[in-house]
């Protein structure tokens, strides 16, 4: 079998390829994708050359890991059957090709059990739910805080403060330097850092992925406050050690998401308490994948671009 797919074959050499597929074993299925979205973090590292060194990781590689569409193909006893929709976080199914995220392609071979059902309206919103579930596993488990203010009003800013008010806890305070993205702040208030006086949160979580805010949010804590860096950080974290040592600061590091975060996040769009909705800024057919990555990284007015493969040529 053969595949349209993003190729990123070296920083900034992106093109769309046809490529092999490895041949479906027992437990696998094939999945014609409809959607994939390009994550304008790790993605974006390894677009410019930036990504430290991370196991499995080497050029030429497929990017990509937020991806929905159609089962086309189960082997038996894998509980899946052709016509299900389902959320495919990437795959490593191409022959001459890294597949460390492997999403961004028209057709994937992958185990069954890393897919996860959704329901078919959620359309190009059904490769949302990656971000989701990273949202809600830094927010999830013992002895972790809802954040009080959140740094970021990107997609993953959006859902952490989503993921906030759909728990019943005090709406958060959403920092965003763009002005065209402090629109779109459902049921909480998203502000210019400069225009938050308070110095007592409790928990911040920082989405935003710049490591050089630290000592700023270090003297925004409460005494025992918390910072969960909910981004991903290329460089070195640095901070001084004087005004952290005086709020008995603590510091976690949010890891990747796991499936029940995927199972939770999935649970709480299809009974409504969550909304994908106005997260999709733009969206283009796959054969225009060149341009479309440059778009997401660049362009500070896109929000999240999402391919469609059903449109390419």
Known sequence: MQTRAVLLNGPGDLSLEQLDLKAPGAGDIVVEIAHSGISTG?????????????????????PGYEAAGEV??????????????????GADCFDGAYGLFGGAAGVLVTEAARVTRIDAALGAEGALLALAATARHAMAGLEKRMPEL????????????????????????????????????????????????????????????????????????????????????PDGLRFAFPPAFMREARLRVAAEWQREDLAAVRALVDSGALSLAGL??????????????????????????????????
């Open 42 to 62: 790790t993605e974006k590292l390894f677009w410019s050359g930036a990504m430290p060194p991370f196991p499995g990781m080497g050029y030429p590689l497929v």
């Open 280 to 313: 999709i800024s733009h969206a283009v057919p796959a054969e225009r994948a060149a341009g479309a990555y440059r778009t997401a990284f660049e362009d500070p007015a896109c929000l999240k671009i999402i391919l469609n493969w059903k449109e390419a040529a």
């Open 150 to 233: 959140i740094v970021g009003h990107g997609v993953l800013g959006r859902l952490l403060a989503r993921l906030t008010v759909a728990a019943g806890a005090p709406a958060p305070t959403v920092w965003e330097r763009a002005p065209d993205r402090r629109q779109g702040g459902e049921g909480y208030d998203v502000i210019a850092p400069e225009e938050d006086p308070r110095r007592d949160y409790g928990a911040i979580y920082d989405a935003s992925g710049n490591a050089a805010i630290l000592d700023d949010l270090i003297g925004r804590l409460a005494k025992g406050g918390e910072i969960v860096l909910a981004g991903f950080y």
């Open 72 to 89: 086309v193909e189960a082997a038996s006893g894998t509980g899946f059957r052709p016509g299900d929709r389902v959320f495919v976080p």
